[in-house]
Nanobody, 120 residues
Framework: QVQLVESGGGSVQAGGSLRLSCTAS????????MGWYRQAPGKQRELVAR???????TYVDSVKGRFDITRDNPENRVTLQMTSLKPEDTAVYYC??????????????WGRGTQVTVSS
């Protein structure tokens, strides 16, 4: 059973910082892309940032220069450092990972989500 366990999040004032972490546990052969999505009330879930196995990163334009995604491959962990937070960053943030469950079989897994609230 594969699980993505998230930590971090919470409430902060505009301009503040938060760190989200997500660790994959269970039985699997490896992990492909890891990333973070978010969903604000009344909006669709959107990609915030993702990182490949070799460290290539992608960010949504609205967070470029403010958020930093990193991964620790031996620890099966992905971290999102968020700075200069804005009220529009308020959302539930979900960890995502492409898990290699066996040879030639990759499944997408999601964390349960963690709330980030930024007040003005």
């Amino acid at each position: 059973q594969v699980q993505l366990v998230e930590s971090g999040g919470g409430s902060v004032q505009a301009g503040g910082s938060l760190r989200l972490s997500c660790t994959a546990s269970g039985s699997f052969l490896g992990i492909g892309v890891m990333g973070w999505y978010r969903q604000a009330p009344g909006k669709q879930r959107e990609l915030v940032a993702r990182v490949t196995t070799n460290g290539t990163t992608t960010y949504v334009d609205s967070v470029k220069g403010r958020f930093d995604i990193t991964r620790d491959n031996p620890e099966n962990r992905v971290t999102l450092q968020m700075t200069s937070l804005k009220p529009e960053d308020t959302a539930v943030y979900y960890c995502h990972a492409d898990i290699v469950v066996r040879v030639n079989r990759v499944l997408k897994y999601w964390g349960r989500g963690t709330q980030v609230t930024v007040s003005s």
